[in-house]
């Protein structure tokens, strides 16, 4: 894929994007929520709620994975007013990274200054549980290191600059608060820190593919959130990320077990109601 059609998009068409939005509501969100595989649930935590399909929005993708509704919803949580998507868009829906990436420029058009994160994930770390919730401390990103990266092409300064860092991707302080809440919500003992590695998929990993992966030092797997989070960082969003461990990476070819979506899900419906109060206090305390 060429890095034209890759940053096909003009900021123009964000900007409309934006501007329709803005039209269409009254909340002026300074966060925004990208929710993963069946944590859309934490957009029933906002007040007075305006809810638009992704279909209904001027150029915005449309997704197509189960436990994605697929619907941008705008409320107040905790005194803040906030955007948050039901469902993201990933590589293995054939969309390209600068479809996977559009709705976080559009957020930072809004006015948005910190971005939460969350996916599901396969565990790679031998001392994580089924259930665990990961803080996201790094990342590694795959598909970057194969030139599928949402900044390649030309690059606009009115989103950032040419070389954004990213050895900060991830707040610090952000990190530090949450696992103060954790402490305070009874939460510690499931709540785990680490470095999650993106894949493109839509296959889950082989079992070599696995112990490379533990190698180069990854707690975590799954198939999402980097490129949001490197485009975040351009636009100069301050970010925060949580994986939920739903199911253990198989490491033995003696083993009988097997990836699947449905168990994806099931540990997501276990978890959820943890995951959604420790965002819901974090943002409080943002």
Same mark, same amino acid.
């Given at each position: 894929?060429?890095?034209?059609?890759?940053?096909?998009?003009?900021?123009?068409?964000?900007?409309?994007?934006?501007?329709?939005?803005?039209?269409?509501? #009254?909340?002026?969100?300074?966060?925004?929520?990208?929710?993963?595989?069946?944590?859309?649930?934490?957009?029933?935590? @906002?007040? #007075? =709620?305006?809810?638009?399909? $992704? +279909?209904?929005?001027?150029?915005?993708?449309?997704?197509?994975?189960?436990?994605?509704?697929?619907?941008?919803?705008?409320?107040?949580? +905790?005194? +803040?007013?906030?955007?948050?998507?039901?469902?993201?868009?990933?590589?293995?829906?054939?969309?390209?990274?600068?479809?996977?990436?559009?709705?976080?420029?559009?957020?930072?058009?809004?006015?948005?200054?910190?971005?939460?994160?969350?996916?599901?994930?396969?565990? @790679?770390?031998? #001392?994580?549980?089924?259930?665990?919730? &990961?803080?996201?401390?790094?990342?590694?990103?795959?598909?970057?290191?194969?030139?599928?990266?949402? @900044?390649?092409?030309? #690059?606009?300064?009115?989103?950032?600059? =040419?070389?954004?860092?990213?050895?900060?991707?991830?707040?610090?302080?952000?990190?530090?608060?949450? =696992?103060?809440?954790?402490?305070?919500?009874?939460?510690?003992?499931?709540?785990?820190?680490?470095?999650?590695?993106?894949?493109?998929?839509?296959? $889950?990993?082989?079992?070599?593919?696995?112990?490379?992966?533990?190698?180069?030092?990854?707690?975590?797997?799954? &198939?999402?959130?980097?490129?949001?989070?490197?485009?975040?960082?351009?636009?100069?969003?301050?970010?925060?990320?949580?994986? @939920?461990?739903?199911? +253990?990476?198989?490491?033995? $070819?003696?083993?009988?077990?097997?990836?699947?979506?449905?168990?994806?899900?099931?540990?997501?419906?276990? =978890?959820?109601?943890?995951?959604?109060?420790?965002?819901?206090?974090?943002?409080?305390?943002?």
């Amino acid at each position: 894929m060429s890095a034209s059609s890759q940053c096909r998009y003009k900021y123009e068409a964000y900007k409309e994007t934006a501007d329709w939005l803005l039209t269409h509501t #009254n909340i002026r969100p300074t966060v925004a929520i990208i929710c993963g595989s069946g944590l859309g649930g934490l957009s029933d935590l @906002l007040n #007075n =709620r305006i809810v638009f399909p $992704y +279909k209904d929005i001027p150029h915005f993708p449309h997704s197509t994975v189960a436990g994605h509704a697929g619907h941008l919803v705008f409320g107040e949580l +905790k005194g +803040k007013q906030c955007v948050c998507m039901q469902g993201r868009f990933h590589f293995y829906e054939g969309y390209d990274t600068a479809m996977v990436t559009y709705p976080v420029r559009v957020f930072f058009l809004l006015g948005v200054e910190t971005l939460i994160v969350t996916n599901a994930a396969g565990g @790679l770390n031998s #001392n994580f549980k089924l259930g665990d919730i &990961m803080i996201i401390k790094d990342h590694i990103n795959i598909p970057g290191f194969a030139g599928q990266n949402p @900044l390649c092409g030309p #690059n606009d300064e009115r989103f950032g600059v =040419r070389f954004p860092c990213m050895s900060d991707a991830y707040d610090k302080g952000l990190a530090q608060l949450a =696992r103060q809440i954790a402490e305070e919500q009874g939460c510690a003992n499931f709540l785990q820190q680490g470095v999650y590695c993106m894949l493109a998929g839509p296959t $889950y990993e082989t079992i070599a593919e696995c112990k490379m992966l533990q190698l180069l030092g990854a707690d975590a797997v799954g &198939m999402s959130t980097v490129p949001e989070v490197v485009v975040a960082r351009h636009c100069g969003l301050r970010v925060f990320g949580l994986s @939920l461990i739903t199911n +253990k990476v198989v490491s033995d $070819y003696n083993s009988e077990e097997r990836a699947n979506h449905e168990e994806v899900l099931e540990t997501t419906r276990m =978890r959820t109601q943890d995951l959604q109060r420790l965002v819901s206090h974090l943002m409080e305390k943002i």
